[in-house]
C-alpha cells in the first residue's frame, strides 16, 4: 500500500458566483417601489496551505479533484446572496505547484504560506445596482461568473539541509537512525529505502535536519532504479554528503569508482554543482571497511574533499561527522541571511493599454479580452433588456468603433472569446457608435420607454 507520494496531478474548480436578482418592490401604498433585486454570492476559492505536520501529498493521490463551493443567488427586499466556502487544501512546506507543461506557479515553503489556485467566479449584479438614470428599472440582473478550473501539478521536495546520497546499502538509513531519532527501515538488500526519510540532529548549538535520499545508481537521472523519482528532495539541501560503502561485497565496485558515478548522475540532474560536499567512508567496523578507508582517503582529500571514517553500526566517526555537517549547515545559513533581497519590481498597467483586440477572420470578426469576454459570461441571453445592455457596455468600451474602422458591415457575424468556447451573434451597431447609419439605441427599458410616452401624452392634454 502506498504510504508516501511525492508528486500528484490535481484538478482544481473553483465555485462559481451567485446570479443577482431581478425584482421590483411591491409594497401597500408604494406602487413605484423600484428594484431592489439583490447581489449574488462569490463563490469559493481553492486555496494550498502549507501544514508543517503533513509529509506527503497521499490524500491528493486519492482524490485528485477538489471543488469549492459556489456562491448563492441574490433575492429581493436587497438581499445579496451568500459567499462560497472556500477549499483549504494542506499541503507539506516544500510543495512546488506547476502546469502540466512545468511553469512554476508558486513554491510553498514555510508554515502557513499559502497560494490561492482557483479563483472563485464574482457574484452577479442584482437590478437594484444596475439601476441608472437612463434605465431607472432594470427588467435583467447579471449572471454570476464561473469559477476558475486549474489543472496542476504538485510536487513534493523535502526541506532539508544536509542529503545523504549514495549506492543502494551503502548505510544512509543506519546513518541516519544513529544520528537522529528517526527509524527508518533497513535491511541488507538494494533498495530497502522506498521514501525519503527526515531527522533532527543537534551538534552543540546548531540543529538541522538531515535527508536520506533512496539509493542512486547509474543511469538515475534517465529513470534507472528509483533516483529519477526522488533526485528532486536533493535540491532544496544546502550540504550533500557522500556515504560510500567501505565494504561492500559487490565485484567491480569500490569507493572511489562510486562517488564518480553518484556525482556524475548529480551532474545530469543539474543545478547542484555549488553545494559543499562531505565523504563519509562507512562500515569502518569491519576489518575490509577500514582498510579500504585507509587506501582511498588520500585520494579523496586529494580531490578537496573533507573525508571521514565512520561506523553507522558502532557509532564510531560519527561525532566528528555531525559537527562538520552543523559547520557547513551553519556557514550556508549565514550567506543566505546576508544575501541582498531582490528588488519587487510592480509593473502596473499602462492607463492607455488596450483592454480587447479584435481580429478579422473568414467567418467574421473575433474580439478576445478580458472585459468583453467576462461580460459575455454574465449576460443572460434570454433577456433582451440584458443582451442591449451587453451591446452599450461594449460601444462604450469602444469594440463597435473598432469594428466598423476595420470595415465591419451591418449583420456580419462576430465572435466574442476563443474559439472553443465563443459567443457569435450578429452585429448591429448602435446610435452610440455608427454615426453613418441610423439605428435605433439597444437596451431600452420598455417600461421606462412607455412611462416617457405617457407623460407626453399628459403633456398634450395640458397644452390644448
Not at 541571511?337 to 483592454?355: D, G, K, L, M, T
Not at 467576462?374 to 462604450?396: C, H, I, K, M, P
Amino acid at each position: 500500500m502506498t504510504t508516501f507520494v511525492d508528486r500528484v496531478q490535481l484538478y482544481a474548480q473553483a465555485g462559481d458566483g451567485g446570479i443577482g436578482c431581478a425584482s421590483i418592490l411591491r409594497e401597500k401604498f408604494k406602487p413605484l417601489g423600484g428594484p431592489d433585486g439583490g447581489n449574488g454570492g462569490k463563490g469559493g476559492d481553492v486555496i494550498l496551505e502549507v501544514e508543517p505536520q503533513i509529509t506527503t501529498l497521499l490524500e491528493f493521490h486519492h482524490r485528485p479533484h477538489q471543488k469549492a463551493t459556489s456562491g448563492r443567488p441574490g433575492a429581493g427586499n436587497n438581499r445579496h446572496g451568500a459567499q462560497g466556502h472556500n477549499t483549504i487544501l494542506r499541503v507539506p512546506s516544500g510543495t512546488v505547484v506547476t502546469t502540466p507543461s512545468g511553469q512554476i506557479l508558486a513554491d510553498l515553503v514555510g508554515a502557513g504560506m499559502s497560494f490561492v489556485l482557483a479563483q472563485g467566479g464574482r457574484g452577479g449584479l442584482g437590478n437594484a445596482a444596475l439601476a441608472s438614470p437612463r434605465r431607472k428599472a432594470p427588467g435583467f440582473a447579471l449572471n454570476g461568473e464561473p469559477g476558475e478550473y486549474r489543472e496542476v501539478v504538485l510536487e513534493l521536495k523535502t526541506v532539508a539541509d544536509v542529503a545523504l546520497v549514495g549506492f543502494p546499502s551503502a548505510g544512509k538509513s543506519s546513518m541516519i537512525a544513529a544520528l537522529s531519532a528517526a527509524r527508518p527501515k533497513i535491511a541488507d538488500y538494494p533498495f530497502t529505502t522506498l521514501v525519503p526519510n527526515l531527522g533532527v540532529v543537534t551538534a552543540g548549538d546548531t540543529v538541522f535536519t538531515v535527508a536520506d535520499v533512496p539509493g542512486l545508481i547509474p543511469g538515475a537521472s534517465q529513470g534507472k532504479g528509483l533516483g529519477l523519482e526522488f533526485l528532486r528532495h536533493v535540491e532544496r539541501c544546502s550540504v550533500l554528503v557522500h556515504v560510500l560503502d567501505g565494504a561492500t561485497l559487490e565485484p567491480g565496485r569500490d569507493p572511489l569508482d562510486d562517488l564518480d558515478a553518484i556525482e556524475k548522475e548529480l551532474e545530469l540532474y543539474g543545478g547542484l554543482a555549488d553545494r559543499p560536499r562531505l565523504v563519509a567512508i562507512n562500515k569502518i567496523d569491519i576489518p575490509d571497511g577500514r582498510t579500504m578507508a585507509e587506501l582511498v582517503r588520500p585520494a579523496l582529500i586529494g580531490r578537496g574533499y573533507h573525508v571521514y571514517e565512520v561506523s553507522a553500526a558502532t557509532h564510531e566517526g560519527l561525532r566528528e561527522l555531525t559537527y562538520g555537517m552543523a559547520a557547513l549547515v551553519a556557514k550556508a545559513r549565514a550567506a543566505v541571511i546576508h544575501e541582498i533581497a531582490p528588488r519587487i519590481v510592480i509593473s502596473p498597467r499602462a492607463v492607455n493599454e488596450e483592454s480587447f483586440v479584435v481580429t478579422r477572420e473568414e467567418a467574421g470578426f473575433r474580439v478576445l479580452g478580458e472585459r468583453p469576454e467576462r461580460w459575455v459570461r454574465q449576460t443572460n441571453f434570454s433577456n433582451d433588456e440584458a443582451v442591449g445592455y451587453l451591446g452599450d457596455r461594449l460601444a462604450r468600451l469602444g469594440v463597435e468603433a473598432e469594428l466598423i474602422a476595420q470595415g465591419a458591415m451591418p449583420g456580419v457575424a462576430v465572435m466574442i472569446g476563443k474559439e472553443e468556447n465563443a459567443v457569435v451573434f450578429d452585429w448591429h451597431p448602435s446610435i452610440q457608435a455608427n454615426t453613418r447609419s441610423e439605428a435605433s439605441p439597444r437596451g431600452t427599458d420598455v417600461r421606462v420607454h412607455l412611462g416617457e410616452i405617457q407623460r407626453n401624452e399628459d403633456n398634450s392634454v395640458y397644452d390644448d
